[in-house]
């Protein structure tokens, strides 16, 4: 069955980046558009980024844009989200998502989520 | 960016009763519109795309209808195991975006 796994969270200083990593398997990782999107502790969910199954097609939030990266590698069913000029307020768990199915791009499949804290 | 607002915040209802959630849209998004249920300490999960089609095994007892910028998720019957926190999505145009959530408890 589908299955992601993200990883590469952590505690990193505000102004410094962190990549985080989301393994999928289970499907063919190579023919599906990809999301990340977030869940600050207690609040509601925000959606990140995305990314077209080959990779030309990138998508932002605003808050995001300039500071963060999408990115994959389908020969290792990887998805990539290369975060830079951290804030606080970028503090969430974070999730990668897998379009539901070709034609839609919903978030339809979620892997379990990586925590990213900014702090000093 | 397309601003969706959900009502109410909070609905208690009681096992076995009918409930209605409401997603409102900014702007119209056509049928382009998604429902996901998270639990806490949990992962959300997709109950409804395309503003009335069900996802994969998820119950008959979950109905969504709406277009536009009016929507509605409607449960016929609530069991123990929805009482969770409910959002709509839409995905007609980029940024994607979030409502802020409706929490079904128990009452």
């Known amino acids: 069955q589908v299955q992601l796994v993200e990883s590469g969270g952590g505690v990193v200083q505000p102004g410094r980046s962190l990549r985080l990593s989301c393994a999928g398997s289970?499907?063919?990782?190579?023919?599906?558009?990809m999301h990340w999107v977030r869940q600050a502790p207690g609040k509601g969910l925000e959606w990140v980024a995305a990314?077209?199954?080959?990779?030309?097609?990138?998508y932002y939030v605003d808050s995001v844009k300039g500071r963060f990266t999408v990115s994959r590698d389908n020969s290792k069913n990887t998805l990539y989200l290369q975060m830079n000029s951290l804030r606080a307020e970028d503090t969430a768990v974070y999730y990668c998502?897998?379009?539901?199915?070709?034609?839609?791009?919903?978030?339809?499949?979620w892997g379990q989520g990586t925590l990213v804290t900014v702090s000093s | 960016e397309i601003v969706m607002t959900q009502s109410p915040a909070t609905l208690s209802v009681s096992p076995g009763e009918r409930a209605t959630l409401s997603c409102r849209a900014s702007q119209s998004v056509s049928s382009n519109l998604a429902w996901f249920q998270q639990k806490p300490g949990q992962a959300p999960r997709l109950l409804i795309y395309?503003?009335?089609t069900r996802a994969t095994g998820i119950p008959a007892r979950f109905s969504g209808s709406g277009s536009g910028t009016e929507f509605t998720l409607t449960f016929s019957s609530l069991q123990s195991e929805d009482f969770a926190v409910y959002y709509c999505?839409?995905?007609?145009?980029?940024?994607?975006?979030f409502g802020g959530g409706t929490k079904v408890e128990i009452k």
């Open positions: 999505q839409q995905y007609n145009n980029w940024p994607l975006t």
């Open positions: 289970g499907f063919t990782f190579s023919s599906y558009g």
């Open positions: 395309g503003a009335f």
């Open positions: 990314l077209s199954y080959e990779g030309s097609s990138k």
């Open positions: 998502a897998r379009y539901t199915f070709g034609g839609v791009i919903v978030p339809g499949y």
